[in-house]
């Protein structure tokens, strides 16, 4: 699939996790500006032209593609109030009438049950098997020839003869329905009449398909569904018509069952959106009243406030036209330019006064005039200003789709700031404004008077100070060199990172148990977990999933989310994520039975799971799994010593004892048995087979056949086994195999088509991601040769935007210097204001 997928247009990087029971998740991640649509349907297509070549197991089950995010937008859970149904009926009913519902909200890309729905399950007893001379294959027949389908035809159809009067469908019970009718499935039928039933060598119910994952909501079991969007969808409209589809379902619920929305990331989302509205609200009254402070006249004051609504009208209109919503990116660079639209307005206003004041004009023909004085002005700044934010939106990746709709909301705010201050405001200058007789001027009082002749003298002292400058220049050029070596020296040495972390309102829980532990364990250890959380006040919900994790799925994983209260109600600094996180790391700590990672999100959700960086260790030369993890844990041990890292950690599931079955394939030929019968046998006994499906309650569900739970415990079951040679006896596995304890992989990971290991952690107190990454890159330097290593996420948009700033940062300076060039006819008066970049 991986080599298939290569080539995929804007294809970033691939990522494969396979894990031992049986499943493959392959990740493409696509360079932001990829249509998800064609991307899709190029993965697709490539699928199926890989298909041919994947095991027949596979082609049965299906390969899945589905575009997506990678983090969950909510999770939604179903509980029973009555306790009248458990897991697998709630985890039932949301698979039949709540996840396709989910799945077809507009925006969803994927919907995940945290549960299992109900299947037909054939628990065999190998010993009755064997006593009956029978293995699991005459099962898997019998189940698979006696539970069919069958198109039986029609009773008189075409063509008959002419005197034919009616015509019938032929019904034949193919399909059975109940665990009755199952366990009346013939196995053998013996000459003396006799018949071996499915029920003499299998205990059959309705219970789960899966038992690999469950839910809990607030320590009670439940059933859960985990949305994650899709790459172009929109959060806040998302999340409000998940909710609504959940209210109308609702009214369907059975007595007794009710549904919860207990962890929401949207709100987060909301909450930046209203915070950054009520700013640019603040930031519009403050620079009204600023205004007014100097301007000390309404009429005048009234004039850029005007073009403030109108400015930003406009930006709403090409945000739309470029495809872009409302969001936190774009109302952040608007607020930003609040005061840069008024600019303008002032500009003309103030030469608008002045010569009425000064020539005794009228408003309209002190206007033609002052516009004739400051049109190119007006024309030239902005250009200025939209040549240092145009570069911005240059940034590749992650970073570039960040700058591009702040840019966009920037440079269209300003433009049309340019574009009212020279057709709108000019004529509400003609017509708002009152003559002012020439030489005017009213000496204010009061407050205005005191401020006045404060600014007034604030003014002439500036004034000295440069006419005073100007004399010793030389001095003050050789302050400016010491400035600039000082500002390099700064840089150079200045911490650098990504994104700083914010507090979004819950946090994550990662859980990993030794390897082998087992799901009682683990849902322990998720206990103490839950318990732990139960008496953090600033907790609102807990939703824990048991064998799912960000290293894996297995059963020694777990995954606990926690949102917290609203941060209203968290004003005080104990009560912030990561004072929070912090006390959940120390008490947690303390649980020795597993490595328990309390962590706060990343500021951009979709590039990684924490805070922090991320890294993944690659075998380039083909030297092996034993030495790749040998070279990630001396990887580890380079890092716990650094001062620079700090929780420097394995990703992914680690390696698990594993029992290995040595099959003699001598003695098996010898004895008739064939090594594909060997594995069917071993396949369908200790993992399971998807036999097919059976209707049950207006929905098909699988029949799975798999060894009952008493007889898969120990080794010694493996040689209790039975497989039928070629000349019908019945053969223990115990004759031709043997078994040894030894340790291996539960997963396996391959980044960009290398085997891999990954690897997290994060820059030490008062260090910055920078500097991790950095020392990450020196320590795996001094690895034997044939490893390399790659970032991801949120990393590799680091090194790649920290790479792309200085060019266009160049950019922007390159693009100033020739606009004010072009503007002043002249290359020093645009180098003058060059200088003094610097010093901001």
């Known amino acids: ?124 007893d190998p010993a009755k098997l064997v006593g009956f001379k029978l293995s699991t294959a005459d099962v898997s027949t019998a189940i698979r020839n006696q539970n069919a389908q069958v198109a039986s035809g029609t009773l008189g159809d075409l063509p008959s003869p002419s005197n034919q009067q009616i015509s019938a469908q032929v019904v034949v019970n193919g399909q059975l329905t109940s665990a009755e009718q199952f366990g009346n499935i013939v196995l053998r039928a013996n000459p003396d009449g006799s018949t071996v039933r499915l029920s003499d060598v299998a205990r059959i119910e309705i219970g789960g398909q899966a038992y690999a994952t469950a839910a809990r909501l607030n320590g009670k079991p439940t059933a859960a569904i985990g949305v994650q969007l899709s790459p172009t969808a929109n959060a806040l409209q998302t999340a409000e018509l998940v909710k609504a589809k959940m209210a109308e379902l609702s009214k369907f619920f059975p007595q007794g069952v009710k549904y919860d929305i207990p962890y929401d990331t949207s709100t987060f989302v909301k909450i930046s959106i209203e915070e950054v509205v009520k700013t640019l609200v603040e930031a519009v009254i403050l620079v ?90 007006i024309i030239g700044i902005t250009l200025v200003l939209v040549a240092v934010f145009i570069p911005m939106a240059f940034f590749g990746g992650a970073v570039g789709a960040i700058y591009r709709q702040f840019t966009v909301s920037m440079v269209s705010s300003m433009m049309f700031s340019a574009l009212l201050a020279l057709t709108l405001t000019p004529a509400l200058c003609a017509t708002i404004l009152k003559p002012v007789e020439k030489g005017h001027h009213v000496e204010k009082r009061g407050f205005f008077g005191w401020f006045n002749r404060g600014f007034n003298r604030t003014a002439t002292s500036y004034q000295g100070f440069v006419g005073r400058m100007l004399k010793t220049a030389g001095r003050y050029m050789l302050i400016y060199g010491l400035i600039l070596v000082c500002v390099g020296l700064l840089y150079s040495r200045l911490p650098t990172s990504f994104l700083p972390a914010e507090d979004q309102g819950y946090a994550v829980t990662n859980i990993q148990l030794p390897p082998g532990a087992s799901a009682n364990r683990t849902a322990d250890v998720i206990q103490q977990v839950e318990q732990h959380y139960m008496n953090e006040k600033n907790v609102a919900n807990i939703v824990a999933v048991r064998g799912f994790s960000f290293s894996g799925s297995g059963q020694n994983a777990g995954l606990v989310f926690t949102p ?78 650094s001062p620079v890292l700090a929780g420097v950690r394995p990703e992914g599931l680690e390696d698990t004892p594993q029992l290995q079955l040595n099959v003699d394939r001598d003695k098996a030929n010898a004895l008739g048995v064939s090594f594909a019968d060997i594995n069917a046998t071993l396949s369908t006994a200790f993992g399971s087979s998807y036999i097919n499906d059976f209707p049950n309650a207006g929905r098909l569900q699988r029949v799975i056949v798999q060894a009952d739970a008493a007889d898969r415990l120990q080794p010694e079951d493996i040689g209790r086994l039975y497989a039928r040679n070629t000349a019908g006896d019945m053969v223990p596995f115990s004759s031709f195999s043997s078994t040894s304890w030894t340790t291996g992989p539960v997963q396996l990971v391959r980044y960009n088509g290398y085997p891999a290991m990954k690897i997290s952690g994060n820059a030490a107190p008062g260090r910055s991601t920078g500097e991790a990454l950095a020392e990450m890159e020196n320590l795996a330097g001094q690895l034997p040769a044939g490893f390399g290593f790659e970032w991801t996420g949120q990393s590799l948009e680091e090194k790649t935007s920290g790479s792309q700033a200085p060019a266009l940062f160049a950019l922007s300076l390159l693009a100033v210097f020739l606009v004010l060039a072009a503007l002043y006819e002249s290359t020093t008066i645009p180098l003058a204001v060059i200088l003094v970049v610097p010093l901001g």
């Open 564 to 641: 917290f209260i609203p941060w209203d109600e968290r004003k005080n600094a104990d009560q912030a994520v990561t004072s929070i996180v912090g006390r959940a790391f120390g008490a947690l700590s303390q649980i020795k039975d597993a490595i328990i990672f309390p962590v706060n999100p990343p500021p951009i959700p979709e590039l990684g799971n924490a805070t922090g960086f991320t890294f993944r260790l690659q075998d380039r030369a083909g030297l092996g799994h034993d030495a790749l993890l040998a070279a990630r844990n001396q990887l580890l041990g380079m890092a716990g010593k």
């Open 1 to 124: 699939i991986e080599q298939e997928l290569n080539g995929a247009e804007g294809l970033q990087y691939i990522e494969s996790q396979s894990q031992s029971n049986g499943t493959t998740a392959v990740t493409a991640t696509f360079l932001p500006g990829t249509n998800p649509d064609l991307a899709a349907v190029d993965v697709q297509n490539r699928m199926k032209r890989v298909e041919p070549r994947l095991p027949e197991t596979v082609r049965q089950q299906g390969v899945q593609v589905t575009k997506s995010r990678a983090n969950f937008l909510l999770f939604t859970t179903l509980s029973s109030t009555d306790g009248r149904l458990d897991p697998i009926a709630l985890g039932d009913y949301l698979s039949r009438n709540v996840l396709n519902e989910i799945r077809r909200v507009p925006g969803v890309g994927q919907a995940q049950l945290f549960g299992t729905e109900r299947a037909m399950r054939i628990w065999i």
């Open 288 to 377: 009204f009243l600023v205004m007014y402070l100097f301007l000390q006249n309404f009429r005048y004051t009234l004039i850029p406030t005007i073009v403030v609504p109108i400015a930003l009208l406009g930006t709403f209109a090409v945000m739309a036209a470029f495809g872009y919503s409302i969001n936190v990116l774009t109302m952040f660079g608007m607020v930003l330019a609040i005061g840069i639209l008024v600019d303008d307005a002032i500009v003309v206003v103030e030469n608008v006064e002045r010569i009425m004041s000064e020539e005794g004009l009228s408003p309209r023909d002190a206007t033609r005039k002052a516009m004739g004085q400051i049109t190119g002005a």
